[in-house]
T-cell receptor, first 114, second 114 residues
Framework: GDSVTQMEGPVTLSEEAFLTINCTYT??????LFWYVQYPGEGLQLLLK?????DKGSNKGFEATYRKETTSFHLEKGSVQVSDSAVYFC?????????????FGTGTLLAVQP | DTGVTQSPTHLIKTRGQQVTLRCSPI?????VSWYQQVLGQGPQFIFQ???????GRGNFPDRFSARQFPNYSSELNVNALLLGDSALYLC?????????????FGAGTRLSVL
Protein backbone atom coordinates (compact mmCIF):
# COMPACT_ATOMS: atom_id res chain seq x y z
CA GLY A 1 0.00 0.00 0.00
CA ASP A 2 0.89 3.66 -0.07
CA SER A 3 3.44 4.89 2.46
CA VAL A 4 5.39 8.01 3.38
CA THR A 5 8.83 8.60 4.86
CA GLN A 6 9.84 11.82 6.57
CA MET A 7 13.19 12.89 7.94
CA GLU A 8 13.58 12.07 11.58
CA GLY A 9 13.36 14.82 14.11
CA PRO A 10 13.71 16.73 16.16
CA VAL A 11 14.94 19.46 13.85
CA THR A 12 16.33 22.31 15.93
CA LEU A 13 16.94 25.68 14.27
CA SER A 14 17.63 29.22 15.29
CA GLU A 15 15.13 31.93 14.40
CA GLU A 16 15.49 33.15 10.78
CA ALA A 17 17.26 29.97 9.67
CA PHE A 18 16.31 28.10 6.48
CA LEU A 19 14.11 25.04 6.92
CA THR A 20 13.91 21.86 4.87
CA ILE A 21 11.92 18.82 5.93
CA ASN A 22 12.29 15.93 3.51
CA CYS A 23 9.34 13.78 2.49
CA THR A 24 9.21 10.86 0.06
CA TYR A 25 6.28 8.61 -0.67
CA THR A 26 5.39 5.38 -2.43
CA UNK A 27 2.09 5.09 -4.27
CA UNK A 28 0.62 3.02 -7.05
CA UNK A 29 -0.99 6.06 -8.68
CA UNK A 30 -0.55 9.81 -8.50
CA UNK A 31 -1.81 10.90 -5.10
CA UNK A 32 -2.57 14.41 -3.99
CA LEU A 33 0.03 15.55 -1.47
CA PHE A 34 -0.50 17.52 1.71
CA TRP A 35 1.50 19.01 4.56
CA TYR A 36 -0.30 19.32 7.89
CA VAL A 37 0.99 21.00 11.05
CA GLN A 38 0.14 20.03 14.62
CA TYR A 39 0.77 22.44 17.47
CA PRO A 40 1.05 21.04 21.00
CA GLY A 41 -2.25 19.70 22.30
CA GLU A 42 -4.13 20.46 19.09
CA GLY A 43 -5.49 18.71 16.02
CA LEU A 44 -4.02 18.91 12.54
CA GLN A 45 -4.14 22.07 10.44
CA LEU A 46 -3.71 22.03 6.68
CA LEU A 47 -0.54 23.90 5.75
CA LEU A 48 -0.40 23.42 1.97
CA LYS A 49 -1.25 21.00 -0.83
CA UNK A 50 -0.41 20.01 -4.39
CA UNK A 51 -2.58 17.85 -6.60
CA UNK A 52 -0.41 17.11 -9.65
CA UNK A 53 3.18 16.86 -10.78
CA UNK A 54 5.21 20.10 -10.65
CA ASP A 55 2.49 21.88 -8.67
CA LYS A 56 3.88 24.13 -5.93
CA GLY A 57 1.86 24.53 -2.77
CA SER A 58 2.54 27.55 -0.57
CA ASN A 59 1.18 29.14 2.58
CA LYS A 60 2.56 31.37 5.36
CA GLY A 61 6.04 31.37 3.80
CA PHE A 62 6.15 27.56 3.50
CA GLU A 63 6.52 25.92 0.09
CA ALA A 64 6.61 22.39 -1.32
CA THR A 65 6.79 21.15 -4.92
CA TYR A 66 5.24 17.89 -6.15
CA ARG A 67 8.15 15.98 -7.73
CA LYS A 68 6.77 12.93 -9.50
CA GLU A 69 10.15 11.74 -10.81
CA THR A 70 11.61 11.52 -7.30
CA THR A 71 8.27 10.89 -5.51
CA SER A 72 9.08 13.70 -3.12
CA PHE A 73 7.32 16.67 -1.56
CA HIS A 74 9.92 18.45 0.57
CA LEU A 75 8.79 21.31 2.81
CA GLU A 76 10.84 24.53 2.84
CA LYS A 77 10.74 27.92 4.50
CA GLY A 78 13.27 30.68 4.04
CA SER A 79 13.18 32.13 7.55
CA VAL A 80 11.59 30.27 10.46
CA GLN A 81 10.09 31.87 13.52
CA VAL A 82 9.67 30.60 17.08
CA SER A 83 5.93 30.33 16.37
CA ASP A 84 6.68 27.70 13.68
CA SER A 85 7.66 25.21 16.38
CA ALA A 86 5.32 22.24 15.89
CA VAL A 87 5.12 18.74 14.41
CA TYR A 88 4.88 18.62 10.61
CA PHE A 89 3.24 15.75 8.74
CA CYS A 90 3.56 14.94 5.06
CA UNK A 91 0.50 13.01 3.87
CA UNK A 92 -0.27 11.57 0.44
CA UNK A 93 -3.95 11.08 -0.21
CA UNK A 94 -4.93 7.67 -1.48
CA UNK A 95 -8.07 8.30 -3.52
CA UNK A 96 -7.77 5.51 -6.06
CA UNK A 97 -10.19 3.24 -4.25
CA UNK A 98 -13.40 3.71 -2.32
CA UNK A 99 -11.93 6.25 0.08
CA UNK A 100 -9.74 9.34 0.02
CA UNK A 101 -7.88 8.55 3.22
CA UNK A 102 -4.63 10.25 4.17
CA UNK A 103 -1.47 8.26 4.80
CA PHE A 104 0.70 9.66 7.60
CA GLY A 105 4.24 8.97 8.69
CA THR A 106 5.63 9.65 12.14
CA GLY A 107 5.95 13.39 11.58
CA THR A 108 8.90 15.72 12.12
CA LEU A 109 9.19 17.83 15.24
CA LEU A 110 10.55 21.32 14.57
CA ALA A 111 11.91 23.37 17.46
CA VAL A 112 12.89 26.97 16.70
CA GLN A 113 15.02 28.76 19.27
CA PRO A 114 15.09 32.56 19.68
CA ASP B 1 -17.89 29.13 9.57
CA THR B 2 -17.69 26.53 12.31
CA GLY B 3 -14.99 23.96 11.84
CA VAL B 4 -15.06 20.29 12.72
CA THR B 5 -16.19 19.85 16.31
CA GLN B 6 -15.48 16.83 18.48
CA SER B 7 -16.74 15.86 21.90
CA PRO B 8 -15.75 15.22 24.56
CA THR B 9 -12.33 16.87 24.65
CA HIS B 10 -10.90 14.46 27.19
CA LEU B 11 -12.07 11.12 28.48
CA ILE B 12 -10.78 8.71 31.10
CA LYS B 13 -11.96 5.10 31.06
CA THR B 14 -10.87 1.82 32.61
CA ARG B 15 -10.01 -1.39 30.81
CA GLY B 16 -13.02 -3.31 29.55
CA GLN B 17 -15.30 -0.29 29.38
CA GLN B 18 -16.94 1.09 26.25
CA VAL B 19 -16.61 4.61 24.87
CA THR B 20 -18.45 6.75 22.30
CA LEU B 21 -16.80 9.71 20.62
CA ARG B 22 -18.74 12.28 18.60
CA CYS B 23 -17.95 14.43 15.59
CA SER B 24 -19.80 17.17 13.73
CA PRO B 25 -18.43 17.95 10.27
CA ILE B 26 -18.15 21.32 8.58
CA UNK B 27 -21.51 22.41 7.19
CA UNK B 28 -21.95 21.02 3.68
CA UNK B 29 -19.38 18.25 4.13
CA UNK B 30 -20.77 14.77 3.60
CA UNK B 31 -17.76 12.64 4.47
CA VAL B 32 -16.28 11.95 7.88
CA SER B 33 -13.07 10.05 8.58
CA TRP B 34 -11.68 8.85 11.91
CA TYR B 35 -8.00 8.55 12.76
CA GLN B 36 -6.15 7.29 15.84
CA GLN B 37 -2.96 9.07 16.89
CA VAL B 38 -0.88 7.33 19.52
CA LEU B 39 1.56 9.59 21.37
CA GLY B 40 4.63 10.28 19.27
CA GLN B 41 3.17 8.73 16.11
CA GLY B 42 1.29 9.94 13.08
CA PRO B 43 -2.47 9.47 12.72
CA GLN B 44 -3.66 6.07 11.53
CA PHE B 45 -6.83 5.69 9.46
CA ILE B 46 -9.71 3.90 11.20
CA PHE B 47 -12.89 4.54 9.16
CA GLN B 48 -14.35 6.71 6.45
CA UNK B 49 -18.07 7.35 6.00
CA UNK B 50 -19.74 9.06 3.09
CA UNK B 51 -23.45 9.60 2.69
CA UNK B 52 -24.05 7.46 5.79
CA UNK B 53 -22.27 4.43 4.35
CA UNK B 54 -18.93 2.97 5.40
CA UNK B 55 -16.51 3.48 2.55
CA GLY B 56 -13.35 2.13 4.10
CA ARG B 57 -11.84 0.64 7.20
CA GLY B 58 -8.27 0.56 8.42
CA ASN B 59 -6.45 -2.25 10.16
CA PHE B 60 -8.34 -2.07 13.46
CA PRO B 61 -10.15 -4.84 15.35
CA ASP B 62 -13.91 -5.31 15.38
CA ARG B 63 -14.03 -3.62 18.78
CA PHE B 64 -13.99 -0.40 16.78
CA SER B 65 -17.20 0.60 15.04
CA ALA B 66 -18.72 3.80 13.74
CA ARG B 67 -21.77 5.23 12.10
CA GLN B 68 -22.87 8.39 10.32
CA PHE B 69 -26.21 10.04 10.87
CA PRO B 70 -28.57 11.77 8.37
CA ASN B 71 -27.13 15.16 9.39
CA TYR B 72 -23.65 13.76 8.52
CA SER B 73 -22.42 13.81 12.12
CA SER B 74 -20.65 10.66 13.23
CA GLU B 75 -19.92 8.52 16.26
CA LEU B 76 -16.95 6.25 16.89
CA ASN B 77 -17.49 3.43 19.37
CA VAL B 78 -14.79 1.36 20.99
CA ASN B 79 -15.76 -1.69 23.08
CA ALA B 80 -13.75 -3.67 25.61
CA LEU B 81 -11.13 -0.95 25.97
CA LEU B 82 -7.47 -1.91 26.23
CA LEU B 83 -4.60 0.14 27.59
CA GLY B 84 -3.29 0.39 24.04
CA ASP B 85 -6.42 2.26 22.96
CA SER B 86 -5.13 5.33 24.81
CA ALA B 87 -4.64 7.91 22.07
CA LEU B 88 -5.86 11.12 20.47
CA TYR B 89 -8.83 10.33 18.24
CA LEU B 90 -9.17 12.73 15.35
CA CYS B 91 -12.17 13.32 13.15
CA UNK B 92 -11.81 14.87 9.71
CA UNK B 93 -14.49 16.03 7.31
CA UNK B 94 -14.39 16.56 3.56
CA UNK B 95 -16.85 17.48 0.86
CA UNK B 96 -16.82 14.01 -0.67
CA UNK B 97 -15.54 10.56 0.14
CA UNK B 98 -13.64 10.01 -3.08
CA UNK B 99 -11.36 12.01 -5.28
CA UNK B 100 -8.87 14.61 -4.23
CA UNK B 101 -10.54 16.43 -1.35
CA UNK B 102 -9.06 18.41 1.51
CA UNK B 103 -9.71 16.82 4.89
CA UNK B 104 -10.26 19.28 7.74
CA PHE B 105 -9.50 18.04 11.22
CA GLY B 106 -11.09 18.68 14.57
CA ALA B 107 -9.11 19.24 17.76
CA GLY B 108 -9.54 15.61 18.75
CA THR B 109 -10.69 13.61 21.76
CA ARG B 110 -7.94 12.47 24.07
CA LEU B 111 -8.81 9.06 25.49
CA SER B 112 -6.91 7.67 28.46
CA VAL B 113 -7.51 4.05 29.41
CA LEU B 114 -6.39 3.11 32.93
Amino acid sequence: GDSVTQMEGPVTLSEEAFLTINCTYTATGYPSLFWYVQYPGEGLQLLLKATKADDKGSNKGFEATYRKETTSFHLEKGSVQVSDSAVYFCAPQDYGGATNKLIFGTGTLLAVQP
Amino acid sequence: DTGVTQSPTHLIKTRGQQVTLRCSPISGHKSVSWYQQVLGQGPQFIFQYYEKEERGRGNFPDRFSARQFPNYSSELNVNALLLGDSALYLCASSLAGTGSNIQYFGAGTRLSVL
